[in-house]
């Protein structure tokens, strides 16, 4: 019974089902940039794009500002009081 009551209490405080999901979601996010990548479709049908950037760079420009969107994404979630959240 001390056992639950402990994982429940660590579930409270962590909120491992919340950080799973976003985990998760952020993993597919990068699934989907790499494969896009390797098959050249949008937005890495273009040697260069508009912007100048050529294909290589405009993956890692769009992979480190997904992952700057879940670290924010994370930050706010552990930082916001639980009666609060969504």
Do not use: C
Not at 6 to 29: M, S, T
Not at 36 to 63: A, C, M, N
């Amino acid at each position: 019974m001390r056992l639950v009551a402990a994982v429940v209490a660590l579930e409270g405080i962590f909120h491992p089902r919340e950080l799973w999901r976003n985990y998760d979601l952020i993993a597919a996010a990068l699934r989907e940039e790499e494969m896009r990548y390797s098959t050249q479709t949008e937005p890495y049908d273009e040697e260069i794009s508009k912007d100048g950037l050529d294909r290589f760079h405009r993956l890692v420009k769009r992979v480190e500002d997904r992952i700057k969107e879940e670290r924010l994404d994370t930050v706010a979630r552990r930082t916001v009081p639980s009666e609060e959240k969504p």
